[in-house]
Nanobody, 127 residues
């Protein structure tokens, strides 16, 4: 069982930056591939970024590529979402998710592949 707690959301002006954190409870955080997703009002949940167990393999949606990064610190049981160059269309509730994987470089864009989810943190970008 893994519990995920996101933090770091807030209100920021367009062009600004935020860093979201997702802390996982329990042991063996390094056994989990991690993902970030977001959901804006009236829209479906969408993939944002994913990182493999080792941190060596990452994937980003086209809408955030070049602006967001997804580092992780396995010693701190934490994955981050560093968001730069924020745009009003980035406004959403952001969720982190985890799935155990046997493969060191596995990561997924599909929400249904993830077993554990955090409660979400609100990010609002003003124009």
């Amino acid at each position: 069982q893994v519990q995920l707690v996101e933090s770091g959301g807030g209100l920021v002006q367009a062009g600004g930056s935020l860093r979201l954190s997702c802390v996982a409870s329990g042991r063996a955080f390094g056994n989990y591939s991690m993902g970030w997703f977001r959901q804006a009002p009236g829209k479906e949940r969408e993939f944002v970024a994913a990182v493999s167990r080792s941190g060596g393999s990452t994937d980003y949606s086209d809408s955030v590529k070049g602006r967001f990064t997804v580092p992780r610190d396995n010693a701190k049981n934490t994955v981050y979402l560093q968001m730069n160059g924020l745009k009003p269309e980035d406004t959403a509730v952001y969720y982190c998710a985890a799935v155990a994987s046997l493969y060191l470089e596995y990561r997924s864009r599909r929400g249904n592949d993830y077993r554990y989810w955090g409660q979400g943190t609100q990010v609002t970008v003003s124009s």
